[in-house]
């Protein structure tokens, strides 16, 4: 059984910063895309952050370019989201999703991130 989950999330000031870890486990078939998204209280999900797995690319929603990074490990089981400068309409649930090339789709448990003073 494949399994997503997150950690890292938490209560930071404006300004601050955090790191999101997502570790997979069970069987995952050629995983070919994994992602962080976020959906505050009243909105719909939106993509925060993703990379093609095998290509090196990255995306990276307008709001968040150059003070969110996503990285994963080499082996292709974890995925990380290091988020600077973080603002309070940031607060939100953030969510690790993983596609494979046998179509399957998988989302974490989500991790709860609040910004706040």
């Known amino acids: 059984q494949v399994q997503l989950v997150e950690s890292g999330g938490g209560l930071v000031q404006p300004g601050g910063s955090l790191i999101l870890s997502c570790a997979f486990s069970g069987r995952l078939f050629a995983i070919y895309f994994m992602g962080w998204y976020r959906q505050a209280p009243g909105k719909e999900r939106e993509v925060v952050a993703s990379?093609?797995?095998?290509?090196?690319?990255?995306m990276y929603a307008d709001s968040v370019k150059g003070r969110f990074t996503i990285s994963r490990t080499t082996t292709k089981n974890a995925v990380f989201l290091q988020m600077n400068s973080l603002h309070v309409e940031e607060t939100a649930v953030y969510y690790c999703?993983?596609?494979?090339?046998?179509?399957?789709?998988?989302w974490g448990q989500g991790t709860q991130v609040t910004v706040a003073s």
């Open positions: 999703h993983v596609g494979t090339l046998d179509n399957g789709k998988y």
């Open positions: 990379t093609a797995a095998n290509e090196g690319t990255f």
